[in-house]
Structure formats: structure tokens, C-alpha cells
């Protein structure tokens, strides 16, 4: 675990960006985030995304942030053992819902799959003929989609997150998207050697200490509705965890396809 030391070695090791990505800051840019659950992508860029909704949300323009959109895999139904799978995936895509709201992303920019939590990988075979992976072609292909951020390859678990990673890679050497991933429970997961290990080629961080408490109130909004039992519909997440995406930085790596497909690492 041991957070900080995590934090500490990513700190030392890959290179901050102090200018924005031109990929992920553009009006060319036309980006796809997938999500496995409703609150991955508020845990993993919530910092990005106010970043990106205050440098082009104006008020006077409501389609202003019409070049971002966010896919959901999974409804989130298996955060908790006390409720029924339905009512949960009714709560958590409500709040994600009215999340995204606050980042000014409407009902038509979010796509939700439905796939059954937990079991993504299951469900999937990166394949041509695949009903979610064409589902998602489609969509990319219908919004004119150019970039990709999804769940690194190293979040180990939950699965559905690594699943989401392999998902996006296909989809990019189909469609010639760029790819960018991010951490969410890579931090919870990866060791401190491994992380002093990785290849740091091509990761960076984002720095987001000018709008890190408007993060942690949107981690905040999701965790604070629960149920009659006082648990939140997320689940009982690691205090670690939400420590990790809480950091002053978003830690980002870009996948240029070919060396993607050819070693995932």
C-alpha cells in the first residue's frame, strides 16, 4: 500500500506537465473517456476534466463542452451486498448523472453499456463482431472521436478496469484514435518496485492543485449518498485509495499504438 511512498517515487520519476497536452486541451480534440463504474472517471480525472471545463465551458455557449464524452461499461451494481443489483444501478447512475452535470457534460454525451459489473472481461472479445465493441465503434465513429482515455493496464484489479484498458487499445488500432490511460486503483494495487520499475516513456503528471478541492467535493458528492444502512452506493472503498485520488497530481501515460499492441507493457 503505503500511499505516500507510491506518490513520492511518481513524483521523482515522471516528468510533470506544466504545459497542457495539446491532445487532451484542443478544439481539434474530440475525447472519448471510458469508465468502467460510475465514479472512475471523477476518482481518475476529475482534475482533468475541470481543468478542461474551465478552460472552454462558457456560459453563453451550453454546447460548449460538446467535445467531451464519457462511456460507462457497467452500471456499478455489485458495490454492495445489502441492496438489490437494480436499485443500486438506479442510485449510481443517477449521481453519476448529475456528476457529470456539474462538469457541464449533458445526457447525450454520456453512453451508458450496461455491461454487468464485474464480469466485463466476460463479456468482451475484442472482436469485429463483438456487440459492445462495435457499439462503441459506432459511437466513436458517429461523434468523431479522435482520443481515448481509459483505465491503465496496470490496475491489476478490479478487472473490469484492465478490461476497459484492452477494450480501448482495440478500438484505437481500429479506428486511429490516440490513447491516453489513467490510475485509479493502479495506486492501490502496483508495488512501490514495480512502480520504480516501469518504463517511464511517455507518463506524466497533471498537475491539478488549482482546482483539487473542487475534485475531492465531486469524490466527495459521490460517496456521501448512501443507503438505509449508511453505506455509500460506491461501495466501501479503501482510505487509501481515496487518498491516492485525492493527490495534487493525475497521472497520465500516452500509448502509441503500434508499441501498445506490440508489448503491453
Request: charge should be negative; glycine fraction near 4%.
Amino acid at each position: 500500500m503505503y500511499i505516500w511512498l507510491k506518490q513520492t517515487i511518481a513524483h521523482a520519476r515522471f516528468p510533470v506537465c506544466d504545459d497542457l497536452p495539446l491532445d487532451l486541451f484542443s478544439v481539434e480534440s474530440r475525447i472519448l473517456l471510458l469508465a468502467p463504474h460510475p465514479d472512475d472517471e471523477v476518482f481518475g480525472l476529475g482534475g482533468y476534466m475541470i481543468k478542461y471545463r474551465k478552460k472552454f465551458a462558457r456560459d453563453d455557449m451550453p454546447d460548449s463542452m460538446n467535445r467531451v464524452f464519457v462511456c460507462f461499461l457497467t452500471d456499478g451494481e455489485a458495490s454492495l451486498t445489502d441492496e438489490p443489483k437494480s436499485e443500486i444501478a438506479l442510485h449510481r447512475k443517477d449521481i453519476s448523472t448529475r456528476a457529470l452535470h456539474r462538469l457541464k457534460l449533458e445526457e447525450k454525451q454520456i453512453l451508458r453499456l450496461h455491461l454487468p459489473d464485474g464480469m466485463v472481461t466476460e463479456n468482451l472479445s475484442l472482436t469485429s463482431d463483438d456487440k459492445t465493441f462495435c457499439a462503441l465503434n459506432e459511437f466513436i465513429m458517429q461523434h468523431k472521436i479522435n482520443v481515448i482515455l481509459a483505465p491503465s493496464q496496470y490496475e491489476f484489479w478490479p478487472k473490469d478496469h484492465v478490461a476497459a484498458f484492452y477494450l480501448a487499445r482495440s478500438l484505437c488500432e481500429k479506428t486511429g484514435c490516440k490513447l491516453y490511460s489513467y490510475w485509479v486503483w493502479t495506486w492501490f494495487n502496483i508495488s512501490a518496485l514495480k512502480l520504480f520499475k516501469l518504463r517511464k516513456e511517455n507518463i506524466f503528471r497533471l498537475p491539478i492543485p488549482d482546482v483539487l478541492d473542487e475534485k475531492i467535493e465531486l469524490i466527495h458528492f459521490y460517496l456521501r449518498e448512501t443507503n438505509a444502512n449508511g453505506h455509500s452506493w460506491c461501495g466501501n472503498l479503501p482510505p487509501a485509495l481515496l487518498r491516492a485520488v485525492s493527490w495534487k497530481y493525475e497521472i497520465l501515460m500516452f500509448h502509441p499504438i503500434e508499441a501498445s499492441a506490440a508489448n503491453p507493457e
